[in-house]
DNA sequence: CACCTCTAATCCGTTTTTTGCATTAATACA
DNA sequence: TGTATTAATGCAAAAAACGGATTAGAGGTG
């Protein structure tokens, strides 16, 4: 299979030969058998040109992922071996990036220098998949997984705000309703995408009945403060975003709320990832008490 | 990894050797190999006893779930080979099995008689994992799945009712407040369940500010009408319901609704699939016509 | 304590599978 | 027509898997 899936990719019988370390003539032979074992041909061949047959081209995409799956199962059962030591996969989305998560790596990194974290980039996969195949260890999420095998538990919930420059016109005194930003210009983060805090947005918007007027679309939080000080536009940003050291930029609490969750697997004999909880929690309520409504 | 799951369940390395057509020596040598492969060891065994390491018990679990996703990719995979002919596999939510349902596999196997089609029981694994996995192939829901790789598309929206027998007090007319059910004995769904339909109802009783009292819980919308019809209590349910054949209740709409959606995976080059879609919107139309608001 | 039983590991010869070299066969291209 | 390219095949060597017989250690028994 691990074969195959070079073949697949090179659709060349020699060169891949090169690649896996073997003669041409033992891979030829071996999808060969591969192919009688499963029944039907995973490729097309004349003598010039190979190329993938559908259920090929199926196997090769569902294969490469089971055998991640497989090559993380292992990687897991040796942590669990080793006494769940190394290394926690943590995935998060981008609103706590600059108060929550670095807070939290701060106490932990710490209190255990030895332990390894990894921010997981997010990716199309839901967070549920991904704690479920073991690809990450924790989530944080702006919306709670549901899955029996899965864990969630709310930290916090935090309003959403207003962000505006320092100089701009608005402020807490000026603000009285939504509707009266319709001829604002919007800096927002992937309205199309499908993340909780982007369908939060489009809710605001239909609610109040506007499309906004966006020229710049970006999901990178500071990215957005330092347009907005800058003069280019408002936006809608978490609360907690007032922690970062970002200046000038002004913050204007709306009705609107966004909450925080920590998702992990229920039964994950670590005691590192409950310890990452409990310290999650401890800074939720933190962070709680320092939220001005 | 097959042998060791069958040993993992003997825990006994002669009887798993019987039973996997092998030698006892062979298999003790297998069992090492893997083991030295890994890097650690699967099973404590002295001379008299086996058991499992946590690491083993893991990987017990896990490599049970791979290799079961790698036999139903191969399956899979075949089926594209032979042009997707034979089973379509499909989940859906209990309250679609007394009119969507059959008029939609009536309509269907009329059309394609070899084709044979798998009525999945709901498990605890979510639709979307289910879809992705490909242990099902369509998914009917009451909420949309979200993940990029899946298509969702909403049937129909239909009230949800009260459901009281025919010679109860309730009516059209004598119904006017929920709050005034509260003294009334209620039959209803799996409210512990975190099912969409458990969610809406749990989330119209803390609306109305009471809790339910209920004697019996059933998943079973049959029996529930059963019940109902014989005065031991009311319950709520969608309102296709009533396009069963049930006597002795009536249905009184209530504000709330539900939605069916229908999930399947986006590139499956199965014609069978989108055949299906096809004739679920077209039923899904019928039924949209045939509810009286 | 001597003896038997049970069971996983090990020794060793046999069988099966995998691999590489050399060659073949089929195709494309000049 | 001739040459280069490339997947398949014949064959022998190497590696891996396998089975029978035996060993080793633990537990039980009289």
């Known amino acids: 299979m691990r074969y195959f899936l070079v073949l697949a990719e090179e659709l060349h019988f020699w060169r891949t030969s090169e690649k896996v370390f073997m003669s041409q003539s033992s891979l030829s032979r071996q999808i060969q058998g591969l192919e009688e074992e499963l029944g039907f041909k995973l490729l097309e061949r004349d003598k010039r040109n190979v190329k993938l047959t559908e259920a090929g081209k199926f196997l090769q995409k569902r294969w490469r992922e089971l055998l991640d799956d497989m090559d993380r199962a292992q990687t897991q059962a040796k942590k669990i071996n080793m006494g769940s030591s190394g290394l926690i996969s943590i995935a998060y989305p981008g609103s706590i990036s600059s108060s929550f998560l670095p807070e939290l790596l701060r106490t932990f990194t710490a209190e255990m220098p030895e332990m390894k974290m990894e921010l997981v980039e997010p990716t199309d996969a839901t967070n549920e998949k ?37 100089n701009h016109w608005l402020n807490e005194n000026t603000y009285h309703d939504f509707k009266s930003l319709e001829n604002e210009s919007f800096i ?36 957005i403060l330092n347009l907005v000080a800058n003069g280019l536009g408002i936006s809608i940003l978490p609360y907690s975003f007032q922690f970062g050291s970002y200046t000038g930029v002004r913050f204007i609490n709306l009705q609107e709320e966004v909450d925080l969750y920590v998702n992990w697997r229920k039964k994950d004999e670590n005691e590192v990832i409950e310890k990452i909880i409990q310290h999650s929690e401890a800074l939720g309520e933190k962070i709680k008490a320092r939220i001005i409504l």
Request: charge should be negative; charged fraction near 20%; proline fraction near 4%.
């Open 188 to 223: 927002l983060s992937g309205l199309h995408h499908t993340t909780f805090f982007a369908t939060l947005l489009r809710r605001i918007f239909t609610t109040y009945g506007f499309e906004p007027k966006t020229h710049v679309e970006t999901d990178f939080g500071g990215l």
């Open 130 to 166: 991904l704690l479920l195949d073991y690809h990450i260890d924790i989530a944080f999420s702006r919306d709670s997984v549901q899955h029996p095998a899965l864990s969630s538990k709310k930290l916090y919930s935090e309003p959403v705000c207003l962000v505006v420059a320092e």
